[in-house]
């Protein structure tokens, strides 16, 4: 089963504009993370921000915030201000503590922002 | 300071043959991994490896083995290549004490023709 779901194979977004880009999660093991990576076309895998599941306030990094709902089971990750650097395919991870805290990976976003 | 780091970064090859893609940390992580990305962008994990034990995911051939010199490396050695083993294949380290954020190399691209 699928452990990891992004439903957006694609997103567009106007510069300056904030996107929000969708992850729900499947898991039964309380302690686990949710973790959000970049992939530019470039092709390397850049970390971007992190939350526990234990964790009471949403985490941010910058321009990136994950609104985390747990009890919907959901990660998301909203990106203020997009720069036209922004463009990039966004995965979604989760480990869990249950699994040997191995990373599994949703399908990714392919977000385009546009000038 | 290259974080992670992959040799070579292209490697074209044909069917039958064997090749191996090396892989470095420097940061001192005491966990390594292996990735294959698929043309549709599918990041699915290989092999966890840390100094005591190796987790490998079942549906990975055992034409795949991972070799770790030490605790630095984890280098992937394939026998055999057949035409679907062609994908981009990732290496990353974590460090098992704090949040796990894994940290990846640059990716090689390999292709079998």
């Known amino acids: 089963a699928q452990k990891i779901t992004q439903t957006q194979p694609g997103m567009f977004v106007q510069e300056k504009e904030a996107v929000t880009l969708d992850c729900t999660y499947d898991?039964?093991?309380?302690?686990?993370?949710l973790f959000w990576y970049k992939q530019p076309s470039s092709g390397e895998m850049i970390f971007l921000i992190y939350q526990g599941s234990y964790d009471q306030q949403n985490a941010t990094e910058g321009r990136y915030s994950l609104n985390f709902q747990k009890a919907r089971k959901s990660a998301n990750l909203v990106i203020s201000a997009s720069q036209l650097g922004d463009s990039a395919m966004y995965f979604c991870?989760?480990?869990?503590?249950?699994?040997?805290?191995?990373?599994?990976f949703g399908a990714g976003t392919r977000l385009t922002v546009k000038p | 300071d290259t974080a992670v780091s992959q040799t070579p970064k292209y490697l074209v090859t044909q069917m039958g043959n064997d090749k191996s893609i090396k892989c470095e940390q420097n940061l001192g992580h005491d966990t390594m991994y292996w990735y294959k990305q698929d043309s549709k962008k599918f990041l699915k994990i290989m092999f966890s490896?840390?100094?005591?034990?190796?987790?490998i995911n079942e549906t990975v051939p055992n034409r795949f083995s991972p070799k770790s010199p030490d605790k630095a490396h984890l280098n992937l050695h394939i026998n055999s290549l057949e035409l679907g083993d062609s994908a981009v294949y990732f290496c990353?380290?974590?460090?098992?004490?704090?949040?796990?954020?894994?940290?990846f190399g640059p990716g090689t691209r390999l292709t079998v023709t």
């Open positions: 898991t039964s093991d309380p302690s686990y993370g």
């Open positions: 990353a380290s974590s460090q098992r004490t704090s949040t796990y954020e894994q940290y």
């Open positions: 490896y840390n100094n005591k034990e190796l987790i």
């Open positions: 991870a989760m480990r869990e503590r249950g699994n040997n805290n191995d990373m599994r």
